[in-house]
């Protein structure tokens, strides 16, 4: 059940830079670089260009759900 709700919330992933802030939040990595850098650390600039660059197929995900079956 708990996989299943990671799916959902990453169907909602716009592109990479997403992904790439998720990931990040999870390990700590996040914490660590605000610990450092200070909270603008350009992190929220990287994950919209990411995601500009990267994004995902947000049209094929409006039409199944996050296991690939159709939605009605």
Known sequence: MEQLRWLKKC???EGL???VAK???VTGIK???KAIAGEDCGC???QAKLNEI?????E???ETNPIGEAVD
């Open 31 to 33: 914490a660590v670089v």
């Open 44 to 46: 929220a600039q990287r």
């Open 54 to 58: 990267f994004p995902f197929n947000n």
């Open 60 to 62: 094929r995900q409006q």
């Open 17 to 19: 830079g997403d992904l």
């Open 11 to 13: 169907a909602k992933m």
């Open 23 to 25: 990931v990040t939040e």
